[in-house]
């Protein structure tokens, strides 16, 4: 049997080829014939350029309803996809083609000057363009061509993409995930999400990234139903389409938007079957600020670049504030302490999993690769977790944003619950910042309500006789939002080198 993604997809697209995959903002459709046609004809082209199976494609294009075809049609072929942030400089695509040494690069056309000179250095054989309508020299090329019905005979180990994490401690890595990492994650959310006939997604998530690539296109497609495609989040937009939809899939700054807007009602959501919420920690208070409003919980589920959704919380039982749910069904997690003893019931340590979802390890690292699984097959996820004595995983922060001062260890994520709850607070971001006595010190990044809403007294009382004192921050610094990157996680490496001379005599 064919485990080819694109082949296993296929098979569950609906039988009447003229239904809807994609609806555009402006009402324009696209069936899933246009899909299968514009598909074959991409895989047609790589095919006639040369480009073989388990050869790279590297992508870095706006959001279209091309762009998705493509990627289907790089599966189609056997071509490995790599998909790079739209924000990604000249200098870090450069690294990302020197490593992958992809055969094709597919860009903006704006940037095709300067990006074909470091992809000709790089040793790229082919270099194309596409804009945000999907137009360009490939899909001219496309369409000069018969669309091509032949799947390229892929196995479940068969690599299907690589995707490059960010690097924040250290060089870029490039996860590679196979065909079977893919269809495993793809069909096991499809069926513990409750996906149905008539479900529409609606999908304002960029397309270079686990989420709205894997995740919220992969599950749609194993539907055989429609998405409602926007370029980007708009919230007015959002709210203009909402009764289209059945689900959404988003990180936790579209629902903080969405509360924010008055249009946002009971109403306006009764019709939606389900909210997912990912790529970053939602907080709390926005869970019970959404449930007050709309009546619905949201659905957090928990999931990184090397492993697709790792944990999710139930879609039919209680879905809790501060936890990501439950392993998946065919993942198996544990808490464990820095040599991988495992650790009992609400014991803090690092997170591992083991699963078919699991990647294969890090492109033409193997030696990263070896230091980041244990013997018995469990990925170290590097997040520091508990399971409580429900089975519910929480996410305590990043290994590497543990702070260690004084000889003890503080996990920001206990110290940030705690400064949100205070009046006048929005949110925080605690780091460890260099310190002459204690080699770190907790420090606090606030966002306020208002700027007279709380000062560092005041919060710093607050907070007092909820945390011992080796966890009270020496330092408060109010902003007015917190740095993130644009799947929404905080980037605590720039406050770490904003602030890093805080304490610094």
Known sequence: MNRNLYSLLS?????DRSQTVLEMPDGNRHDYAHLEAMAGRYAALLRKLGVRPGERVAVQTEKSPNAIYFYLGCLQAGAVYLPLNTAYTKSEVSYFLEDAEPALLLCRPESLAPITEIAEAAGVSHIHSMDAQGNG???????????????????????????????????SKGAMLTHGNLSSNAFTLHRIWGFREGDVLLHALP???????????????????SMIFLPRFDVDEVLRLLPKATLMMGVPTFYVRLLAHPEFTREASAHMRVFISGSAPLLEETFYAFEERTGQRILERYGMTEAGMITSNPYEAERRAGTVGFPLPDVEVRVADNEGRMLGTNEIGVLEAKGPN???????????????????GFFITGDIAKIDERGYVHIVGRAKDLIISGGYNVYPKEIELVIDAQPGVVESAVIGLPHPDFGEAVAAAVVRTAPDATDEATLLTGIKGELAGFKLPKKLFFVNELPRNTMGKVQKAQLRESYKNAFVT
């Open 207 to 225: 397309i270079f990234h686990v989420h709205g690539l894997f995740i919220a296109t992969n599950t749609t497609l194993a539907n055989g139903s």
């Open 11 to 15: 098979e569950r697209f609906p039988s």
């Open 137 to 171: 020299s490939l899909t001219a090329a496309a369409l000069e061509l018969a669309p091509s019905s032949d799947i390229e005979p892929r196995a479940d180990d068969d690599l299907a993409a690589i995707l490059y994490t960010s690097g924040t401690t250290g060089r």
């Open 358 to 376: 699991i990647f294969k390890g890090y492109w033409r690292m193997p030696e990263k690769t070896a230091e980041e699984f244990r013997p018995d």
